[in-house]
């Protein structure tokens, strides 16, 4: 068993206010969403790096049968580059990412909802090179290997993600990968995703953010073992930015990961916030999660 002085956080290597923040994306997005927060970050004089995992921004797959108009029996069978995408595959990226950038400083890993699974690999493997991670209502895996086993238990109950199974296009165990159709005009549909998603948006604010978001993510980045390994990742400095308002990944279920991560380390629990606002509404008030962040490096 580890001792509570064993995963006590280790010295930081220089004054974090000099950190350089590493931002990764959660799911079927990419850096595009952190550009608000790069502009707070950037006004605090601070640094930051929005990565683009594997198959996604510029690297992402869009269909023609996915433009308008839309041929969805095509679609439903095309295959995807994503489907061979592991969240080893993401964690390494992030790995190389975070080396290049600790050479010129101390970095803060910020990793949003699936996210959180590849910043805890990273964690995982070269704690040295992190000074925090923080999450945004972030999954961080300490009792259950991956988020879909988390959705199975009962603080996962009041998320409304299960009517959006409509938005699927083709069978994901033989494409591999969730084929979400973004581009629906289903006003059903469309009011679902923004109450699960990003309840405190405009109508416009939502269909901004549905814009940048690509159709594709990996069944196994989602099913992949993400736990975090106490004399690893329990040894950085982590924050947990809890989303009251989110009804994606439920703040019930934020916190008993928050617990989770803190009885596995007693010695170096969560330094936790709380933003009254959705599953991605948090792009909305870019000052606010700046300011959060800001404060973390003093």
């Not at 699936?114 to 040295?128: A, E, M, Q």
């Not at 259950?144 to 699927?168: H, K, S, T, V």
């Not at 604010?205 to 549905?210: D, I, T, V």
């Amino acid at each position: 068993m580890t001792s509570a002085s064993s995963n006590s956080p280790r010295p930081r290597r220089a004054r974090e206010a000099n950190a350089t923040f590493v931002l990764v994306h959660g799911v079927c997005t990419s850096s595009f969403m952190w550009a608000p927060i790069q502009r707070e970050l950037a006004l605090l004089g601070h640094r930051s790096f929005a990565v683009d995992l594997p198959g996604h921004g510029f690297d992402a797959q869009y269909s023609a049968a996915y433009q308008a108009p839309q041929d969805l029996d095509a679609w439903a069978t095309e295959p995807s580059a994503l489907a061979g995408v592991t969240l080893q595959d993401n964690v390494d990226m992030v790995v190389d990412v975070v080396r290049r950038v600790a050479e010129h400083g101390p970095v803060v890993l910020v990793g949003a909802s699936l996210g959180g699974t590849t910043i805890t690999g990273v964690g995982n493997t070269i704690p040295d090179l992190v000074d925090r991670l923080v999450y945004i209502s972030g999954w961080s895996c300490v009792a259950r290997p991956n988020p879909i086993a988390y959705m199975q238990e009962p603080e996962f109950a009041d998320n409304l993600m299960a009517p959006l199974a409509a938005l699927n296009v083709g069978d994901p165990a033989e494409l591999g990968v969730g084929r979400a159709n973004y581009r629906t005009a289903d006003p059903v549909m469309l009011a679902g995703l923004k109450a699960a998603m990003m309840a405190d948006s405009t109508d416009d604010q939502f269909r901004a953010f549905l814009n940048i978001l690509q159709p594709d993510e990996s069944l196994a980045v989602m099913m992949s073992d993400a736990r975090a390994h106490a004399d690893t990742w329990g040894t950085i400095a982590r924050s947990y930015i809890r989303l009251t308002e989110d009804r994606s990944l439920p703040v019930a279920m934020q916190d008993r990961l928050i617990a989770e991560a803190n009885a596995l380390t007693p010695g170096n629990p969560y330094d936790v916030h709380t933003l009254a606002t959705s599953h991605v509404g948090f792009l909305l008030q870019p000052a606010e999660v700046a300011g959060i962040l800001d404060q973390l490096t003093i």
